[in-house]
């Protein structure tokens, strides 16, 4: 699992960090909301701020993942999660194939 440990990207609110990740992925917030099953409006309020990521359900989930070596995404079983993942892993599969012909 990629951590990022800059200490000012603690100071950044969770709110501005996934607007800015989701953007530079290039990703609307419809997608995303597609992506993880949820109401665009959900997302929006996660993404402005008016509702907080950082319950303890989400911190203890993340904290179990790391303690038994998941991925937390193998934690979420919705298809719409499993389906990103699949094409995730697809389109990596076919960016190292792509790569070892242009060597």
Do not use: C, W
Request: net charge negative.
């Amino acid at each position: 699992m990629k951590r990022d440990n800059d200490s000012s990207n603690l100071q950044i609110p969770v709110h501005e960090k996934l607007k800015s990740r989701r953007e530079s992925l290039g990703l609307t917030q419809q997608q995303v909301a597609d992506i993880v099953s949820i109401l665009v409006r959900q997302y929006q309020r996660f993404e402005s701020g008016d509702r907080k990521l950082t319950s303890s359900t989400f911190r203890i989930g993340v904290a179990i993942a790391d303690a038994l070596e998941f991925d937390v995404h193998e934690l979420v079983n919705t298809p719409s999660v499993n389906e990103y993942l699949k094409n995730k892993a697809a389109f990596e599969q076919l960016q190292a194939e792509t790569e070892q012909e242009e060597k």
